[in-house]
């Protein structure tokens, strides 16, 4: 609880001195790689969260990795290693991702299918999504063969599940109570 809070105070802090300097777009865009680095390489993960690692390997580490990203990003990572709070860089990013869209008033809608989204299709959930919340949307698609077909939809607290497998499960459901 308390790495959480602090990681939303970062990412506050980091959101207002990038949009003071109007580099918001930019650090945006660092903080999703950084997310999405740390949540799929669970090297890194490990890396940042051991008390073993010195902090100045865990900073060789991340400017090898994420070298070219913007001065307010590089100085976040500084100031997380000088404070030894580097264990809360992934969470400090998705708190950020969460800010900025707010501030924009964006949100991301996951959209889980058996096969990936067409164009075609993806702009129609886009619309879809649109008429349904007023708020302009991206879309974050994820690919799971077990929904067999259809899709389930997620927007924030909002979820549509019209997957087959969730239609075979309330039929399945209907049968045995019966």
């Given at each position: 609880?308390a790495?959480?809070?602090?990681?939303?105070?970062?990412?506050k802090?980091?959101?207002?001195?990038a949009?003071d300097?109007?580099?918001?777009?930019k650090?945006?865009?660092?903080?999703?790689?950084?997310?999405?680095a740390?949540?799929?390489?669970?090297?890194?993960?490990?890396?940042?969260q051991?008390?073993?690692?010195?902090?100045?390997?865990?900073?060789?580490?991340?400017?090898?990795?994420?070298?070219?990203a913007?001065?307010?990003?590089?100085?976040?990572?500084?100031?997380?290693?000088?404070n030894?709070?580097?264990?809360?860089l992934?969470?400090?990013?998705?708190k950020?991702?969460?800010?900025?869209?707010?501030l924009?008033?964006?949100?991301v809608?996951?959209?889980t299918?058996?096969?990936p989204?067409?164009k075609?299709l993806?702009?129609k959930?886009?619309?879809?999504v649109?008429?349904l919340?007023g708020?302009?949307?991206?879309i974050?698609?994820?690919?799971?063969?077990?929904?067999l077909?259809?899709?389930?939809?997620?927007?924030?607290?909002?979820?549509?599940?019209?997957?087959?497998?969730?239609?075979?499960?309330?039929?399945?459901r209907?049968?045995?109570l019966?």
């Amino acid at each position: 609880m308390a790495g959480s809070r602090a990681a939303i105070r970062y990412a506050k802090a980091v959101l207002s001195l990038a949009s003071d300097n109007k580099v918001a777009d930019k650090v945006n865009a660092d903080m999703k790689q950084i997310a999405s680095a740390i949540a799929t390489n669970s090297d890194l993960n490990a890396m940042l969260q051991s008390p073993v690692v010195r902090s100045s390997d865990k900073l060789s580490v991340l400017k090898a990795v994420f070298g070219d990203a913007n001065n307010a990003t590089t100085n976040l990572i500084n100031t997380l290693i000088t404070n030894k709070r580097i264990a809360l860089l992934g969470d400090v990013a998705n708190k950020y991702n969460h800010l900025y869209d707010a501030l924009r008033d964006t949100q991301v809608a996951k959209v889980t299918t058996a096969t990936p989204l067409t164009k075609d299709l993806e702009k129609k959930v886009l619309a879809k999504v649109k008429e349904l919340t007023g708020k302009s949307t991206e879309i974050m698609n994820t690919v799971d063969e077990s929904i067999l077909g259809g899709f389930v939809l997620r927007v924030g607290d909002f979820q549509y599940d019209a997957s087959i497998a969730n239609k075979l499960n309330k039929l399945k459901r209907e049968f045995t109570l019966n």
